[in-house]
């Protein structure tokens, strides 16, 4: 392997990398993961009857926050301003569990993979924290970037074969369609 880490000095320190000369362009990220239960767990989630209320709905929320609060949760990442954030928290009744999405957008000279995964990485714990007075062998898998978009590296997307429980059987958006940061045009 011949590329560096950017995150590091010519002496080895830990630093946060320099952006300022970056174009700024429009950047999306998404993430997924998706988190096993028992059938039961899943059915008082799908119902809303969780002793702490709604899970979808809370952990969707705290998605959302944990998201913009990502600079101050990784120690050397940009604090950015999003320009869209999506969330979703769906039941998988075949996988016995939950599939979750985040997409996060904005315009500048930094990516916001980081932004999508701390955003599905807590809505994950969320659902565990909401559920394990009933089952505590509730599990996070999966949580990893699904495909990026934007700034000078381009385009990358995980494979088909290799999507994850958060993109699986997820058809594509169509034109017209709202992604995070825009409305799909083609």
Sequence with gaps: MTEKLTHFDERGAARMVDVGAKEETHRVAVAGGSIRMLP?????????????????????????????????????????????????????????????????????????????????????LTVYDMVKGVERGVEIRSVRLTSKTGGKSGDWHRPSDDQGVGDRDRPRPRPGERVAGRIRKK
Excluded: N, Y
């Design 40 to 124: 039961a767990t899943l059915e008082l989630v799908r119902a809303g009857t969780a002793k702490k209320g709604d899970v979808l709905g809370v952990a969707r929320i705290a998605g959302i926050q944990a998201a913009k609060r990502t600079s101050e949760l990784i120690p050397l990442c940009h604090p950015i301003a999003l320009t869209d954030l999506l969330v979703t928290v769906t039941p998988d009744r075949v996988a016995s569990g939950l599939r979750i999405r985040a997409e996060a957008a904005t315009i500048g000279p930094t990516g916001v993979e980081m932004e999508a995964l701390t955003a599905a990485s807590v809505a994950a």
